[in-house]
T-cell receptor, first 115, second 112 residues
């Protein structure tokens, strides 16, 4: 079974620009969660989508948004980029059925550098 | 105060040593506890999963949860150079659905 894929793997943008990151979950998984990982803050939860609906949301400003498509693929958008948005953005997929023994499988991440 | 605290290390041990990695947390509602391993330039992969208090063993890895102290540990026996990675603890509260809370990670190097 193919793992979680994320595109692009690396991205360089300048302040004020916007960016869209993509995540394809494992086949059959309906839940996609997004995280921001930085050396100082570790992994921080952005949001979770399940069946095209945002089910959980972390404490990030409205510049961070996402969506999920009917095939469970998800995109994350960051508008008006700031230097502090430079990070590794990870997506994780799971069945999302509410069985908390389920595992979150992570993709390789998209490394974003904002100049 | 962060919900999950983890000593970032770095931790350096000789091959064959027993490694102890720890996290503390503040939210008594956390019921599910996980350890992830993250190699450089890779996404985290799940190592161990435990529910509520107690121990769980899987090969060279043992996870312990002490809910009374809000403290979890991961022990690695007979550590190998291939264990060199960053180890992240994570936990979740069933009432918040599929939201996980992560520690910042501990960087481990096992020296041959």
């Amino acid at each position: 079974k193919a793992g979680v894929t994320q595109t692009p793997r690396y991205l360089i943008k300048t302040r004020g620009q916007q960016v869209t990151l993509s995540c394809s979950p494992i086949s059959g998984h309906r839940s996609v969660s997004w995280y921001q990982q930085t050396p100082g803050q570790g992994l921080q939860f952005l949001f979770e989508y399940f069946s095209e609906t945002q089910r959980n949301k972390g404490n990030f400003p409205g510049r961070f948004s996402g969506r999920q498509f009917s095939n469970s693929r998800s995109e994350m958008n960051v508008s008006t980029l700031e230097l502090g948005d430079s990070a590794l953005y990870l997506c994780a997929s799971s069945t999302g059925q509410g069985d908390f023994q389920e595992t979150q499988y992570f993709g390789p991440g998209t490394r974003l550098l904002v100049l | 105060q962060k919900e999950v605290e983890q000593d970032p290390g770095p931790l350096s041990v000789p091959e064959g040593a027993i490694v102890s990695l720890n996290c503390t947390y503040s939210n008594s509602a956390f019921q599910y506890f996980m350890w992830y391993r993250q190699y450089s330039r890779k996404g985290p992969e799940l190592l161990m999963y435990t529910y509520s208090s107690g121990n769980k063993e899987d090969g060279r890895f043992t996870a312990q949860v002490d809910k009374s102290s809000k403290y979890i540990s991961l022990f690695i026996r007979d550590s190998q150079p291939s264990d060199s990675a960053t180890y992240l603890c994570a936990m979740s509260d069933p009432n918040t659905g599929n939201q996980f809370y992560f520690g910042t990670g501990t960087s481990l190097t096992v020296i041959p």
